[in-house]
C-alpha cells in the first residue's frame, strides 16, 4: 500500500487529522475556479464520468503525503473511494452539507432553505466579494427560488431518519467520527432548536459536529448564543475570496476561534499560488486545516508539494519565535 507521511497533523477533540484534507467538489463537478468556471465545469464532468478519473488524482495527492478526504454521501465517489483504499490508506471526513429538514411532514428542497440564506445576504450583494456568484447559475436557481416564510421557519423540524441514514454511510472503517456541515442557516434564521437537534442526533450516532458558516454574522449569532463546536469550518484565504460580509468582518470573527478551523476556499477560487495561499492560512493559524478541490494529477503533485514546503517553514518559524 502506498504511505502518506509528510502533511503535518492536528488534534480536532480526540481525532487525529492531517492539516491538508481533499475536497471532493471537483469531483463533482462543481466549481467557482478563477477565471473560467463554466470551462472548467465541463472538463471536470467529463473528466470524473470515470470513477478511474477521481483514483488517479487521489492516489497522485497521497504519493505527496494527503491521507485524508471531505466526501458527501455521493454512491459515484464512494466507489471510487473504496477502490483507492485498496491501494492506500484514505480517512473519511463526512460531509452533509445541508441537514434534511421537514415541513408539516414533506421534505424541503435544499434550494429553499438556500435562498432563505440568501435573504439574509441581501445587503451585501453588490459587494465585490459576492460579484462573481451572482452570476452563475446556480445563483440564479437559488435567487429565484421562494424563501421559507416565518410561519414556515416556526413549523421545521429535522427530518431525523434521513439524516441518520445519511451519517450511516460513513460508519465503516476508515471514516473519521466527524462530521462538517454548514449550520449559517440556524445561525442567520435564528432557529437554534433546530440546531440542538442536529448536534444531538450526530451525538447519538458518535459523531462530532464540525460547524461551518461563510458570514461573520453566523459565527456573531452562535457566539450570542453560546453555541459552541470542536471545530469549524470557513472561507479564508489571502485576497478575500467568499469571506462575507468582507474579508475583515470574517477574518476578525476567524481569528477569535481557538479550536481548530477547517479551512475552504484556501486558493481562492485559484486566484493564488499554492505556497502563498498556505504560507498566509498556517501563519495566522497554526491549527488550521485546509480543504483543497484538486482536478488532475499534476494539480495534486504541486499543491501538496506547497503545503509540505509551507508547513516545514512556518513550524521553522513558530520553533524560532519561541526558543
Known amino acids: 500500500m502506498l504511505e502518506s507521511n509528510k502533511v503535518s497533523r492536528v488534534e480536532v477533540g480526540s481525532i487525529d487529522l492531517p492539516k491538508i484534507i481533499l475536497g471532493w467538489d471537483p469531483f463533482q463537478s462543481i466549481t467557482m475556479v478563477y477565471p473560467q468556471p463554466q470551462e472548467k465545469k465541463k472538463v471536470y464532468s467529463k473528466r470524473f464520468a ?21 466526501l458527501g454521501p455521493n454512491q459515484a465517489i464512494m466507489r471510487a473511494v473504496a477502490k483507492i483504499r485498496k491501494r492506500a490508506d484514505l480517512t473519511i471526513i463526512p460531509a452533509i452539507y445541508q441537514v434534511p429538514l421537514q415541513l408539516t411532514g414533506k421534505s424541503v428542497p435544499l434550494v429553499r432553505i438556500d435562498s432563505t440564506i440568501q435573504k439574509y445576504r441581501e445587503y451585501i450583494k453588490k459587494e465585490s466579494a459576492y460579484a462573481e456568484y451572482v452570476s452563475t447559475q446556480e445563483f440564479r436557481s ?23 441514514s445519511l451519517l450511516r454511510l460513513f460508519e465503516n472503517k476508515g471514516c473519521a467520527k466527524i462530521v462538517t456541515t454548514c449550520i449559517e442557516f440556524y445561525a442567520l434564521a435564528d432557529q437554534f432548536s433546530l440546531l440542538d437537534d442536529v448536534v444531538k442526533t450526530c451525538t447519538d450516532l458518535g459523531f462530532a459536529v464540525c460547524a461551518g458558516f461563510h458570514m461573520s454574522n453566523a459565527f456573531d449569532a452562535l457566539e450570542r448564543e453560546n453555541f459552541h463546536f470542536p471545530a469549524y469550518f470557513a472561507p479564508l484565504n489571502k485576497v478575500g475570496y467568499f469571506m462575507l460580509p468582507s474579508q475583515q468582518h470574517l477574518l476578525d470573527a476567524l481569528l477569535k476561534i481557538k479550536v481548530p478551523l477547517f479551512v475552504i476556499k484556501p486558493l481562492g477560487g485559484g486566484r493564488i499560488m499554492p505556497k502563498e495561499a498556505f504560507d498566509y492560512i498556517f501563519g ?12 488532475s494529477a499534476q494539480e ?7 503545503a509540505n514546503e509551507s508547513l516545514a517553514h512556518t513550524t521553522t518559524i513558530q520553533s524560532d519565535q519561541h526558543s
Open 300 to 306: 495534486a503533485h504541486e499543491t501538496i508539494s506547497a
Open 50 to 70: 470515470d470513477e478511474n478519473g477521481i483514483v488517479d488524482v487521489v492516489l497522485a495527492a497521497i504519493e505527496r503525503g494527503a491521507s485524508a478526504m471531505n
Open 142 to 164: 437559488v435567487d429565484t427560488a421562494k424563501p421559507l416564510k416565518n410561519d414556515e421557519l416556526k413549523r421545521l423540524k429535522v427530518n431525523k431518519e434521513k439524516f441518520k
Open 284 to 295: 495566522l493559524k497554526k491549527n488550521a486545516i485546509c480543504i483543497v478541490g484538486l482536478s
